[in-house]
C-alpha cells in the first residue's frame, strides 16, 4: 500500500471567488472524487488542521489517501491539475510506501 497526503491553503484567488465559481470548483471536485475512489484509491481521511499540534505544519486542510501503489499518484495528480485545483489553491504533497514502527526505526538508524 501506498499512503499519499495532500495538504493545502487557500489562495486569493480562491477568496475572492464568488459562491457561484465556488461551487463549480467543487462540482469537479465531487466529480473527480467519484472517477478516482475505487478498489485501487480510497480516500482514507480529511481534516482541517486546527493548530493545536507543534510543531504545526503550516496548512489548513489535509486528505490522507491510501493507494495500491505509487502509479495511482498520478491519476490523482492529473485530475487536481486538469480541474483547476491550483489556480486556487497553494498545495504540497508527501507520499511513501506503508511500513511498520520498526522497518520505519530501522532505516532512520541507518543514516
Request: glycine share 8%; charged share 25%; proline share 2%.
Amino acid at each position: 500500500m501506498y499512503l499519499y497526503v495532500e495538504m493545502w491553503n487557500a489562495k486569493h484567488e480562491w477568496l475572492c471567488l464568488d459562491a457561484a465559481g465556488r461551487q463549480a470548483l467543487m462540482d469537479k471536485v465531487n466529480a473527480l472524487l467519484g472517477s478516482l475512489i475505487g478498489e485501487d484509491i480510497k480516500l482514507t481521511a480529511c481534516a482541517l488542521n486546527d493548530g493545536d499540534t507543534t510543531p504545526r505544519a503550516d496548512f489548513r486542510y489535509v486528505a490522507v489517501w491510501s493507494l495500491k501503489d505509487k502509479t495511482q499518484v498520478a491519476r490523482i495528480a492529473d485530475g487536481t491539475a486538469r480541474i483547476g485545483w491550483y489556480k486556487y489553491f497553494n498545495q504540497v504533497n508527501i507520499g511513501g510506501d506503508a511500513v511498520g514502527p520498526e522497518a520505519l526505526t530501522n532505516e532512520m538508524m541507518t543514516l
